[in-house]
């Protein structure tokens, strides 16, 4: 007896078939989602409120904790470039909201120092701040605050790690980019000194 025939089924490697990111479940989509609504929301009303943006709430924060601070230290702090931060505290010098001079111990470092009238106004944006955090995180339980401040920590902290795998990733898969990369780090480097 004869058997029948099969048609032949076309199988597709794992490798070729399209793969799409799971939005449901990806989380840098849901970190950028709030942080881009919550931020754009918040330089609305401040705009509205006090005519200055998220930036130069951002360096006021830093400004109100540390009395003063270099551009080059905002930067690190909160991932803001760098010349975005000195535009902002040009534009805050000129609001009378900041002082800026020379760095005692290295003359090449400025400094932005808060004025009296700036820390009136982040005293007054504070209020808006606060409120637009209570009513966001209203929907938790104050130990799932707790959980979620000490989750948020934990990732910040590991972020050095992320551009380390990422790098070695490019590297392995992508080395022509790896070593353009490479060459314009160097030539940063050098721009430095």
């Given at each position: 007896m004869a058997t029948p025939k099969r048609k032949a089924v076309a199988t597709v490697s794992a490798d070729a078939a399209?793969?799409?990111?799971?939005l449901e479940r990806y989380v840098p989509a849901f970190l950028t989602w709030i942080a881009n609504k919550l931020s754009r929301g918040a330089s609305q009303h401040y705009l509205n409120v006090f005519d200055v943006g998220i930036e130069t709430w951002r360096c006021l924060?830093?400004?109100?904790?540390h009395g003063s601070i270099s551009?080059?230290?905002v930067s690190r702090i909160i991932g803001m470039d760098k010349a975005s931060v000195s535009r902002c505290f040009k534009?805050?010098?000129?609001?009378?909201l900041v002082t800026i001079g020379l760095d005692a111990d290295d003359g090449?470092?400025?400094i932005a120092t808060l004025t009296k009238q700036g820390r009136e106004l982040?005293?007054?944006i504070r209020g808006i701040a606060l409120e637009r955090e209570r009513a966001f995180l209203a929907v938790l339980e104050p130990a799932e605050i707790e959980t979620l401040i000490g989750l948020l920590k934990r990732l910040h902290e590991n972020l050095p790690a992320v551009e380390t795998a990422t790098a070695r990733y490019v590297t392995q898969r992508y080395p022509a980019a790896a070593a353009k990369r490479r060459g314009r780090?160097?030539?940063?480097?050098d721009d430095d000194e």
């Amino acid at each position: 007896m004869a058997t029948p025939k099969r048609k032949a089924v076309a199988t597709v490697s794992a490798d070729a078939a399209p793969q799409n990111v799971d939005l449901e479940r990806y989380v840098p989509a849901f970190l950028t989602w709030i942080a881009n609504k919550l931020s754009r929301g918040a330089s609305q009303h401040y705009l509205n409120v006090f005519d200055v943006g998220i930036e130069t709430w951002r360096c006021l924060v830093l400004l109100a904790i540390h009395g003063s601070i270099s551009a080059q230290q905002v930067s690190r702090i909160i991932g803001m470039d760098k010349a975005s931060v000195s535009r902002c505290f040009k534009g805050m010098q000129s609001r009378g909201l900041v002082t800026i001079g020379l760095d005692a111990d290295d003359g090449r470092l400025r400094i932005a120092t808060l004025t009296k009238q700036g820390r009136e106004l982040h005293d007054q944006i504070r209020g808006i701040a606060l409120e637009r955090e209570r009513a966001f995180l209203a929907v938790l339980e104050p130990a799932e605050i707790e959980t979620l401040i000490g989750l948020l920590k934990r990732l910040h902290e590991n972020l050095p790690a992320v551009e380390t795998a990422t790098a070695r990733y490019v590297t392995q898969r992508y080395p022509a980019a790896a070593a353009k990369r490479r060459g314009r780090t160097d030539s940063n480097e050098d721009d430095d000194e």
